[in-house]
């Protein structure tokens, strides 16, 4: 009788040591729970409406929560106040996981959707100088002005940089609060209704010989590090979202669409500003080595930026080697 209550016990404790070692969000039925924040428009939130719609969830057993943000920084804080355990950014915001403040898990798409704007009158660059300039500190909004303003031989220093949230740009550029903006598509249609004379003086695509502005799907550190089995499912969920995408596009707009509750049209133009990659693609180009030269320009940039004190080796960051396997 000993000897069988010894086995039983140790038994039991197998099974607790077992069970410790699984992900602490898993629920009984063998899913773990994720909270996913996005961004309201195409590149942020049309894997998120084809995994949905192609049951991409449940298929690889994960139950899934997702909250709309305005901006990459504002996610990045709630990954690291444990409201979040995945999110979505922009290129402007990867500074963060570049300085430790979470990591990445997938590219998603190459970017072309930022601008420096101005009101009906400034047609050129150099004209910024001294005006009222709205920013999202940290985005990608700060990021195309702050390359338009050396490309013009200025800088922060130079203009009357008002930080204001991407929502706020929208209305005090249409009441002439502020003389320009950096601010990206769908929210620039939204000016545009207001004020169809304004002026786009940059876009990504003049600073293309320099920098690529990848998009990013990232994972708090504490994910990252203690629910590997929770990123390796939601990567596959993001990989085969990637594929159908691309293989539907049309599709995958209307989804998109439905999810953001806008007009299929106004999606199809957004979608029309970035360059959507596959999972087939970034498996070569995290090969190859072109995600860490994309990542690596756009440290040096961040640290010119002053937002990196030193320019990091992009496998701190980057789990390539997690998004291939």
Request: with cysteine.
């Amino acid at each position: 009788m000993k000897r069988v209550l010894a086995a039983l016990a140790a038994a039991s404790l197998l099974l607790l040591s077992a069970c410790g070692s699984a992900d602490d969000n898993s629920s009984a039925g063998g899913a773990v729970k994720v909270n996913f924040g996005y961004i309201a428009d195409y590149n942020g939130s049309s894997l998120l409406a084809v995994a949905d719609d192609q049951k991409l969830w449940a298929k690889h057993d994960v139950e899934v929560s997702i909250k709309v943000f305005t901006n990459g920084p504002l996610q990045i804080t709630a990954l690291n106040a444990g409201d979040l355990d995945f999110g979505y950014i922009g290129p402007g915001a990867i500074w963060l996981p570049a300085s430790g403040k979470a990591k990445i898990v997938a590219a998603n798409s190459l970017g072309n959707a930022d601008r420096v704007i101005a009101q009906p009158g400034i047609t050129d660059l150099a004209q910024l100088k001294g005006k009222k300039v709205g920013v999202p500190e940290g985005t990608s909004g700060d990021m195309i002005l702050t390359l338009a303003l050396k490309k013009a031989g200025l800088t922060n220093d130079d203009i009357q940089r008002v930080p204001m949230d991407a929502a706020t740009i929208v209305s005090a550029f249409a009441a002439g609060q502020i003389d320009a903006a950096g601010i990206w598509y769908p929210l620039l249609n939204n000016i545009k209704q207001k004020k169809p004379g304004l002026v786009e003086l940059a876009k990504d695509s003049d600073f293309e010989g320099e920098f690529s502005f990848p998009t990013a799907f990232v994972a708090s550190n504490d994910v990252a590090e203690k629910k590997k089995d929770t990123v390796t499912r939601v990567v596959q969920v993001l990989r085969e979202a990637m594929d159908y995408r691309a293989a539907n596009p049309d599709k995958t707009i209307e989804l998109t669409a439905a999810l953001l509750k806008q007009p299929v049209d106004a999606v199809r133009a957004d979608a029309a500003n970035s360059k959507m990659l596959d999972s087939k693609t970034l498996d070569g180009y995290t090969a190859d080595g072109t995600i860490d030269k994309w990542l690596t320009a756009l440290g040096d940039y961040f640290v010119d930026a002053k937002k990196l004190p030193s320019n990091p080796d992009p496998k701190t960051y980057y789990l390539g080697d997690v998004f291939t396997g």
